[in-house]
């Protein structure tokens, strides 16, 4: 008996001991490293850092393409070739406080259903227009830099996708015509199998 009792009181002392030092091992390897400063910046770097951020008037352009609008296409396989025509559907909205457009595109082509979204900014740092786009009739993603032009009042688009059939680069090449708010054009142009640009796709867009 008095063995038991013995054993007890060693194991009621032994306890909180072993309780004490596994708090302190736990909080010892809980405590985190302390991150370094940030770096200062000075007034320029701020300044500069600012103006990259700033909306300006090649922003408020993309504000005029937000909304709802209705686009007919027509799309060609080859120059001089019959074309197909499809209507599309497009809603586009302002995100990241107003620097880019997101678009939805949703609509029929070739009897078959077609997505596709969109995303356009401008890069104050590039000083370019910045384009991405995928849907649902491919698995890659095109992303185009673009000019503005005050006196046309268009945007030069100019990228590269990966040609389905040979796996080839192919040089996609888009011109924005901004004709009022409420009306767009656009032009694609893509490589020929002569390697020559031709118009493959056309689209009428008005607001509604």
Do not use: C
Not at 30 to 43: D, G, R, S, V
Not at 115 to 130: C, H, L, M, P
């Amino acid at each position: 008996m008095k063995k038991i009792l013995l054993l007890i009181l060693i194991a009621g002392i032994s306890f909180p001991a072993m309780a004490q030092k596994s708090k302190k091992s736990n909080k010892s390897n809980t405590t985190a490293t302390p991150a370094p400063p940030m770096p200062k910046e000075t007034p320029e770097e701020r300044a500069m850092q600012m103006n990259s951020r700033s909306l300006g008037p090649m922003h408020q352009l993309l504000v005029q393409w937000s909304g709802h609008w209705h686009d007919e296409m027509k799309v060609w396989r080859e120059e001089g070739g019959d074309f197909t025509p499809a209507v599309v559907e497009r809603d586009g909205r302002m995100a990241a406080d107003g620097h880019f457009l997101v678009s939805s595109i949703i609509g029929q082509m070739n009897n078959e259903r077609y997505e596709a979204q969109s995303i356009v900014g401008y890069d104050n740092n590039k000083r370019v227009f910045t384009k991405v786009w995928f849907d649902n009739f491919g698995s890659s993603i095109l992303v185009l830099e673009g000019t503005f032009d005050p006196n046309t009042n268009t945007i030069d688009f100019t990228g590269y996708t990966t040609n389905p059939v040979t796996k080839a680069p192919l040089k996609i090449h888009q011109v924005l015509k901004m004709k009022d708010p409420a009306n767009q054009e656009l032009s694609i142009f893509m490589e020929g199998k002569d390697g020559k640009e031709f118009k493959a796709i056309e689209v009428i867009s008005r607001r509604s």
